[in-house]
């Protein structure tokens, strides 16, 4: 079974600042994906990264694939107190199977 | 739509009860799947179905059986509930991985579960 590693696991900062999660595995996966749980809810996603080395923004967040397909990076700009939350990676098996990261818990400071 | 629907919202059993956690999605998604969330542990994936009379085991599969005889539903059993079962439990849709390239997973808002 193929681990993604995230880190760090928790992160607290002032509003403002800039900030890195990533996401790492000693395996290739074909895609991953980046999804924000906040309290109560599912997670959502926010991007599916397919290509090594390629680049998506989303607004204030640019999310990384690594050019050998085994790590992820999400950078975030300016963080702002909305962007709290647990944010999680996924990668996909050979077998079907989607397995997720631990988490990295954001919180942001007003 | 209603997307992905679970019942019920919350639950509390005592230990080796048995029950059912329901799932439903409307958007005829082939794949679906069940996560269990514990503190610190992200989502494990428990069992996953690619398509209607398909289910196959995740990470984490004991104490739980699951069946698929509908696109639509994907109910989760717990055969006799252990206070090691509490946690937060998902489901998930999609669409089929194409190319290897994940499909949006869509989720339920989670059925909270107690085993005492």
């Known amino acids: 079974t193929q681990l993604l590693e995230q880190s760090p696991q928790f992160l607290s900062i002032q509003e403002g600042e800039n900030l890195t999660v990533y996401c790492n595995s000693s395996?290739?996966?074909?895609?991953l994906q980046w999804y924000r749980q906040e309290p109560g809810e599912g997670p959502v996603l926010l991007v599916t990264v397919v290509t090594g080395g390629e680049v998506k923004k989303l607004k204030r967040l640019t999310f990384q694939f690594g050019d050998a397909r085994k790590d992820s990076s999400l950078h975030i700009t300016a963080a702002q107190p909305g962007d709290t939350g647990l944010y999680l990676c996924a990668g996909g098996e050979r077998d079907d199977k989607i397995i997720f990261g631990k988490g990295t818990r954001l919180h942001i400071l007003p | 739509n209603a997307g992905v629907t679970q019942t019920p919202k919350f639950q509390v059993l005592k230990t080796g009860q048995s029950m059912t956690l329901q799932c439903a999605q409307d958007?005829?998604?082939?794949?679906m799947s069940w996560y269990r969330q514990d503190p610190g542990m992200g989502l494990r994936l428990i069992h996953y179905?690619?398509?209607?009379?398909?289910?196959d085991q995740g990470e984490v599969p004991n104490g739980y059986n699951v069946s698929r005889s509908t696109t639509e539903d994907f109910p989760l059993r717990l055969l006799s509930a252990a206070p090691s079962q509490t946690s937060v439990y998902f489901c998930?849709?999609?669409?089929?991985?194409?190319?290897?390239?994940?499909?949006?997973?869509?989720f339920g808002p989670g059925t909270r579960l107690t085993v005492l």
């Open positions: 179905s690619v398509g209607a009379g398909i289910t």
């Open positions: 395996s290739v996966f074909s895609s």
């Open positions: 958007m005829n998604h082939e794949y």
């Open positions: 998930a849709s999609s669409f089929r991985h194409s190319g290897l390239i994940l499909g949006e997973q869509f």
